[in-house]
């Protein structure tokens, strides 16, 4: 399968603290994306980060992208009780679609 | 600028019957995506449309189906019913197909699809 596989399944932090979480695949990709859904509704796009490109900056959200280690992390940096909510990590490996892993389910506790 | 909108937001049926959901996408975007998230599972790629032709199917069954309507909105049917087919249902639109890879897909609130 081409789908992402997230790391961990679940996460529990409390507010202020700093959440990692990890997306691993399998084959070559053009870019990964990674998203938030709050309580099974639709996804919010995060931040895109291309293959030629390392880490990316939005907020308080940082992506790097290993394309040896075929892995990507996200950084939720000062974390706050409205982060709360699933990441997924998406891969685009031939252009037209998309693969999502079954995501992290972050917690934070206020 | 308004978003991605899916209608109905639940929808529920019986075992057998056909299900229609419907996307609108963001205007000037003309690639539609539906994705299939049932519970405890992740997004599961159905379809994608773009300018009015299907592109790409994931792997679903042929009761499956869709269209994408000139006005680039789109409607995923689901013939024959079966229980496991109760999940949300995601639409997602982006711009057109660019060298190296489609734009940012933009998610749809979602259609939650119970079949009873």
């Known amino acids: 399968s081409q789908q992402g596989e997230e790391d961990p399944q679940a996460l529990s932090i409390q507010e202020g603290e700093n959440a990692t979480m990890n997306c691993s695949y399998k084959t070559s990709i053009n870019n990964l994306q990674w998203y938030r859904q709050n309580s099974g509704r639709g996804l919010v796009h995060l931040i895109l980060?291309?293959?030629?490109?390392r880490e990316k900056h939005s907020g308080r959200l940082r992506v790097t992208l290993d394309t040896s280690k075929k892995s990507s992390s996200l950084l939720i940096t000062a974390s706050r009780a409205a982060d709360t909510a699933s990441y997924f990590c998406?891969?685009?490996?031939?252009?037209?679609?998309?693969?999502f892993g079954t995501g992290t389910s972050l917690t934070v506790i206020p | 600028e308004a978003g991605v909108t899916q209608s109905p937001t639940h929808l529920i049926k019986t075992r057998g019957q056909q299900a229609t959901l419907r996307c609108s996408p963001i205007?000037?975007?003309?690639?539609v995506y539906w994705y299939q998230q049932a519970l405890g599972l992740g997004l599961q790629f159905l379809l994608w449309y773009d300018e009015g032709e299907e592109r790409n199917r994931g792997n679903f069954p042929p009761r499956f189906s869709g269209r994408q309507f000139p006005n680039y909105s789109s409607e995923l049917n689901v013939n024959a019913l079966e229980l496991e087919d109760s999940a949300l249902y995601l639409c997602?639109?982006?711009?057109?197909?660019?060298?190296?890879?489609?734009?940012?897909?933009?998610f749809g609130p979602g259609t939650r699809l119970t079949v009873l």
């Open positions: 997602a639109s982006s711009l057109a197909l660019l060298a190296g890879g489609p734009d940012t897909q933009y």
């Open positions: 998406a891969t685009d490996h031939t252009g037209n679609q998309f693969y």
């Open positions: 980060i291309r293959s030629n490109e």
């Open positions: 205007s000037g975007h003309t690639s």
